[in-house]
Nanobody, 119 residues
Framework: QVQLTESGGGLVQAGDSLSLSCAASGLTFSRYTMGWFRQAPGKEREFVASISETGSSTYYSDSVKGRFTISRDNAKSTVWLQMNSLKPEDTAVYYC????????????WGQGTQVTVSS
């Protein structure tokens, strides 16, 4: 079965950097667009970034554009989220997800990793 496992979260100070990784198994990783989402306490889950199957196309939410970078290595079935210039408002649980080829909706999610940015 499809499994997505995030790691790399932690407690950092504002202005610091953090790199999240998501290891995928149980799927042909190179066939799927992958995304990162986040959910802050009391808020709905929101889109952060996505990357196409080959990595040639990336998309970011306005709130992270210029600070976060999504990348992938299909040989390692892994997608990363490099987060720079972190702000307290980036505090959230971060999830990686796989996009369904047919519905174009994200249908598998990891368990999430906590990122906390102190001011």
């Amino acid at each position: 079965q499809v499994q997505l496992t995030e790691s790399g979260g932690g407690l950092v100070q504002a202005g610091d950097s953090l790199s999240l990784s998501c290891a995928a198994s149980g799927l042909t990783f190179s066939r799927y667009t992958m995304g990162w989402f986040r959910q802050a306490p009391g808020k709905e889950r929101e889109f952060v970034a996505s990357i196409s199957e080959t990595g040639s196309s990336t998309y970011y939410s306005d709130s992270v554009k210029g600070r976060f970078t999504i990348s992938r290595d299909n040989a390692k079935s892994t997608v990363w989220l490099q987060m720079n210039s972190l702000k307290p408002e980036d505090t959230a649980v971060y999830y990686c997800a796989k996009k369904n080829l047919l519905t174009r909706r994200y249908d598998y999610w990891g368990q999430g990793t906590q990122v906390t940015v102190s001011s």
